[in-house]
Every structure is written in C-alpha cells, then in structure tokens.
C-alpha cells in the first residue's frame, strides 16, 4: 500500500508557473512508476505525464515542451513542473503508483485527493 498527497496547486493567470509535488508513504517509493493525471470538469480524467522507476518520462501532447515531470527517490517525491500555463489546464491534478508501468493509463493502482490548478486568461 502507498499513500500519495498531492500539494501545489493554485491560481495563476495564463503564462504562469506552477510547481506541484506528491509526497508518497507507506512503501519503497523507489519501486513505483508514477504518474501526473488531471480531470477537468464535465471532462474525462487524462493522462498528462508519467515516470519510470529509472526516471523516463512521458507526456501527453498538448503538455509537451511546458510540463516536466521528475522524481526525488531520497525525498519520496513526485513533481510536475507547470510553466507556460494555459486555461485549458484548468483541472484538478492527481498523482498516482502502480508497481507495474502504465503509461498514461488510468488504471493506476494508489490515487492522491488531488490539488487544483487554475489559470486565467
């Protein structure tokens, strides 16, 4: 079992930074493929980035080239960096582990609450 909570998020205007982070307990961090996924509402949850245990990332087009997603294993940490942000990144983000890779599947196995992203135009 692994606990996640997510911290970061907040409201920016468009353009804007955003650093959000996942603190994980309650198993060998080390172990886990991570992921970032938002849910805006009246829409689907997606997929925006993910991590290997060895530290590969991948992304979700519409993020690639203004979020970076990276791991602190020491820290027991997951992060998604956020820049150029825009409306339409308006979301609740979560992150989620599995023990086995799942892209950016939803079928992660351990959820955080999730933390809310707003940018204005």
């Known amino acids: 079992q692994v606990q996640l909570v997510e911290s970061g998020g907040g409201s920016v205007q468009a353009g804007g930074s955003l650093r959000l982070s996942c603190v994980a307990s309650g198993a060998t961090f080390d172990n886990y493929y991570m992921g970032w996924f938002r849910q805006a509402p009246g829409k689907e949850r997606e997929g925006v980035a993910a991590i290997t245990t060895f530290g590969e990332p991948v992304y979700v087009d519409s993020v690639k080239g203004r979020f970076t997603i990276s791991r602190d294993n020491a820290k027991r940490t997951l992060y998604l960096q956020m820049n150029s942000l825009k409306p339409e990144d308006t979301a609740i983000y979560y992150c989620?582990?599995?023990?086995?890779?799942?892209?950016?599947?939803?079928?992660?196995?351990?959820w955080g609450q999730g933390t809310t992203v707003t940018v204005s135009s």
């Open positions: 989620a582990a599995d023990r086995i890779w799942r892209l950016l599947y939803r079928s992660y196995s351990y």
